[in-house]
């Protein structure tokens, strides 16, 4: 069986630095068995991918593939807390945030950048719950943030 990080590979990503907080914050916290991240934007080595709104500046495409960086950089902030992605039994939960144009109502299919990665790196465990929030702005004019809730095992 391979583990989470052999699938990241496989996806030919790479798990980047965990992203210096924005504020005044940690990038995830662990209490009994969950970690909560804090919200990750899509960052590629310090700088957004994209800015803009959704619906406007910035496609559904764009959006979801900016997700799918949240998620990414979510990952990151998790195994640094962790250690081991292996020790990953549930996605339990995902938050998305989309900075939507008047008019946009595809937060959903946005979110679904983040939720589909999740399913490809830690399989069944990567279903989860999830909420996708249209809001005005978001940090650094970037189009979307995620945040999880994963909870380990033994």
Not at 60 to 76: D, G, H, M, S, T
Not at 88 to 108: E, H, L, M, N
Request: charged content about 20%; some cysteine.
């Amino acid at each position: 069986m391979t583990t989470p990080e052999e699938r990241i590979a496989e996806l030919g990503l790479e798990l980047p630095e965990v992203v210096a907080p924005l504020a005044s914050y940690v990038p995830a916290v662990r209490t009994g068995s969950l970690v909560y991240t804090s919200g990750q934007v899509p960052f590629v080595k310090g700088e957004p991918i994209v800015t803009g709104k959704v619906g406007a500046e910035v496609t559904l495409e764009q959006a979801q593939e900016a997700a799918r960086v949240c998620a990414l950089n979510a990952i990151a902030a998790l195994r640094a807390e962790v250690g081991e992605l292996s020790r990953v039994t549930r996605i339990v939960k995902v938050v998305g945030f989309v900075a939507s144009a008047p008019g946009f109502f595809g937060q959903p299919q946005v979110v679904n950048g983040a939720s589909d990665l999740l399913g490809e790196v830690f399989g069944e465990a990567g279903r989860h719950a999830r909420s996708a929030v249209g809001v005005t702005v978001l940090p650094r004019d970037v189009p979307v943030e995620v945040e999880l809730i994963a909870e380990l095992g033994g």
